[in-house]
């Protein structure tokens, strides 16, 4: 015989074991009673057979276990299911990630101790493999990261529970839990890894080399990566709710939070990356143009949510503080002043930072140029050498070269050096005779002309190699001159001195500008060119005259040529070249003075196109709107993503129904946004009053008219 339990019955029966109380007996009579009524065996009469009851308590003792099985099971499930408390760090972890790229990108040869600096990189245009492959493996890090983040936040399907609307997590938000770990042991290997490997491929290395804390950067490297690590492996034991979609700085309007976000706006690419990945990794009914308009549209009115609050610490018609008329109009006008007048003075002589470009090497050369008749130029080395004793003369000695040459200006910014050569060249006058008889026979021609050009070459510690090269103007070889170089070239066993004498012909004051560029200028001298053959293999020597040419002391008495070389100071350079073309006056005007330029026309320009989006008194219904896109998407509502965008498209394109939406929705609001005459209002003149006033003003021009008349 069978009891008829209801369903209601068994579960009051159920409910009746969580309500017990302490007796044992008692307990455990009720659990057997549920037992049975579950199995649907009915109580056996008492009279009944042995063998029954024995059937009935192994199926009772069957069901009691299994259902012990079942609820431990729900047990692990729900937990696992669970919800679990809510803290996001993904803007922790995504600010260490950025600076450990930061400093693989200008810290590398600190990382790695060896390598290029990351200005001489730029320089060279080389950077080092290594570091590339660094670079690309944590910018693939981050990422990923980001699509992980996005694809467990971003992919929730609302189902209807017994208690109301519940959100559980699909399998493609747990595997990306999993893929999450995975990412985050794979870079504790690889840090590790790759830590090891530099340290084994070191010869012999010692304690000092081995040690991490031998490098400050490589410390602060492995500090942020570790520390973004355990960032990351916290993020697993929490879980991210979230509330409202978009940017999550946009979701306060605080100071700090606005400026993060100016930053955030004004570097490169970051957003970009951001919104492309979120796109790719969600389930979404928007394309990627919609999905960049709602991220804009979003943007835009957090921008005019912060002008809008911002605009309520001034009361309204008040005048407007002297506090933000220094810290807007006179900052932003010193800015502009600095902008167009900083270049200027950078590279002027006004320049507190000005660097010394002393020269340290200079070489002096004699050549010969053969013009022909039918055209062309042959030329013939000479004298030679690169050997210059140089002395660095006294502030005083800067000064009379100041005074003795106006075109150079203020002594202050000079360095003057006296750079002295030898009289003899450095090399034997090795030319071989082929050589030696074509240069004759040209000189023996009809219609040649012989010029003598002497070239000099000093080179500053911030010029770029190449520069400071200066020429004297080819200086004409009278006939007889020309004859002795004939003979002597054309004597292959000349014996004895010869000698060339080139008057007034080189000008030895020189001025090298910041550029790297020579002006010479002052007084010329004398030129006495000889080739000395007392021995089996000829040498040139050059000497020059004592005294300028315009002394009165001018004589016959030759010197070794010595230069008076004064340059300018020059404004240091990130390159630590001076004479760089890219790193000018006029390239800084073009790229950097130019383009801020026009970029703050643009913010400024065609503003009053823009009054319709950046003047909304109120955003809340229109950002709501915008979060009940993102929800939608989250929730895998994409029917209800769809319409709401189409809506939103809908109120910006109707500017009545976007007027009507952001009126303010307080009086005080009222008062601020949308102001009558607040304070005093303006007497206007009654009809009467006007007629009157009028017939006075033609009664007076009458009797000015008749007073005229008369």
């Known amino acids: 015989m069978q009891h008829g339990y209801t369903t209601g019955e068994r579960s009051a029966c159920k409910g009746g074991l969580q309500s017990c109380g302490p007796d044992f007996e008692r307990k ?28 009935v308590a192994q199926e009772s003792w069957s069901a009691w276990w299994k259902d012990r099985l079942s609820t431990a099971r729900a047990q692990v499930i729900t937990s696992a299911e669970l919800r679990k408390p809510a803290k996001d760090f993904y803007t922790i972890r995504f600010l260490l990630s950025l600076a450990c790229f930061l400093l693989l990108l200008l810290a590398w040869n600190s990382l790695a101790g060896t390598g290029r600096s990351f200005t001489a990189a730029l320089t060279s245009n080389i950077f080092s493999g290594t570091q590339v492959f660094a670079i690309m493996g944590v910018m693939a890090a981050m990422i990923a990261d980001r699509a992980l983040y996005t694809w467990y936040t971003q992919d929730r399907v609302t189902t209807e529970g017994l208690s109301g609307p519940e959100d559980v997590l699909p399998r493609r938000s747990k595997n990306a839990a999993l893929l999450q770990l995975l990412l985050l042991l794979v870079q504790l290997v690889m840090l590790h890894a790759v ?48 509330l409202r979609g978009g940017l999550g700085l946009t979701h306060s309007v605080d100071f700090v939070p606005w400026l993060l976000f100016k930053v955030y706006t004004m570097v490169p690419f970051v957003d ?30 957090y921008k005019t949510k912060c002008d809008m609050n911002a605009r309520k610490y001034v009361k309204p018609a008040f005048e407007r503080p002297v506090r933000e008329k220094l810290l807007q109009g006179g900052l932003f006008l010193l800015a502009l002043f600095v902008l167009i007048v900083g270049p200027i003075t950078y590279f002027s002589t006004a320049n507190l930072f000005l660097k010394s470009n002393l020269v340290y090497m200079g070489s002096l050369k004699a050549n010969l140029e053969v013009e022909m008749t039918g055209g062309g130029i042959s030329q013939l080395p000479l004298y030679d050498t690169a050997q210059a004793d140089i002395d660095t003369l006294s502030s005083d000695d800067a000064k009379r070269f100041a005074v003795s040459h106006p075109n150079v200006g203020n002594s202050d910014d000079l360095n003057l050096q006296k750079v002295k050569f030898p009289m003899s060249a450095d090399n034997l ?6 050589l030696r008889q074509k240069v004759a ?46 003979k002597v070239l054309q004597n ?51 000497a020059g005259s004592c005294n300028p040419c315009s002394s009165l002391e001018a004589g016959n008495s030759s010197c070794s040529i010595t230069f008076d070389v004064a340059s300018e100071k020059v404004a240091p350079t990130p390159t630590g070249d001076s004479s760089s073309t890219s790193y000018s006056l006029m390239g800084i005007y ?7 330029g026009r970029f703050l026309r643009l913010v400024f320009q065609d503003s009053s196109q823009r009054v319709i989006y950046e003047e909304m008194n109120d955003t809340e219904l229109l950002q709501d709107l915008c979060s009940g896109i993102y929800i939608a998407r989250i929730t895998g509502d994409l029917e209800s993503e769809y319409g709401f965008y189409y809506e939103l498209i809908r109120i910006y394109r109707s500017p009545e129904l976007l007027l009507d939406i952001s009126k303010p929705k307080s009086k005080v609001d009222e008062r601020q946004f949308r102001p009558g005459i607040l304070y005093r209002q303006a007497a206007v003149p009654s009809e009467s009053a006007m007629t009157e006033v009028s017939d006075t003003g033609t009664l007076q021009r009458r009797s000015g008219r008749d007073a005229s008349e008369d």
């Open 441 to 486: 026979t040209q000189l023996g021609s009809n219609g040649t002309k012989a010029n003598l050009v002497v070239t000099y070459q000093f080179q500053g510690n911030l010029t770029t190699t190449g520069r400071g090269i200066g020429r004297t103007p080819p200086v004409a070889l009278s006939e007889d001159q020309v004859n002795t170089l004939a």
């Open 492 to 542: 292959t066993s000349f014996e004895g001195e010869a000698s060339i004498d080139v008057p007034c012909s080189i000008q030895t004051a020189i001025l090298i500008d910041s550029s790297g560029q020579l002006t010479a200028m002052g007084a010329n001298i004398s030129l006495r060119l000889t080739l000395s053959a007392s021995s089996p293999l000829p040498q040139w020597s050059m």
């Open 28 to 55: 455990r009579a009720a659990e057997r009673d549920c037992l049975a009524a579950e199995s649907g065996i009915g109580s056996v009469a008492a009279e009944g057979s042995s063998s029954s009851i024995s059937s």
């Open 195 to 242: 830590q090891i490997n530099a340290w084994a491929e070191r010869a012999s290395p010692s304690a000092k080399e081995v040690s991490t804390f031998n490098s400050f950067t490589l410390v602060c490297f492995y500090f942020l990566y570790v520390l973004y690590l355990v960032f990351s492996s916290m993020q697993l034991r929490y879980d991210v709710h979230l």
């Open 272 to 301: 970009e990356l951001r919104v492309l990945t979120d796109w790719t990794v969600t389930s979404t009914s928007m394309n990627l143009f919609m999905w960049f308009k709602l991220e804009d549209a979003q943007q835009s009115l």
């Open 429 to 434: 006058w090795l030319v071989s005779n082929s």
């Open 590 to 596: 073009l790229g950097v003075v130019y383009t801020i």
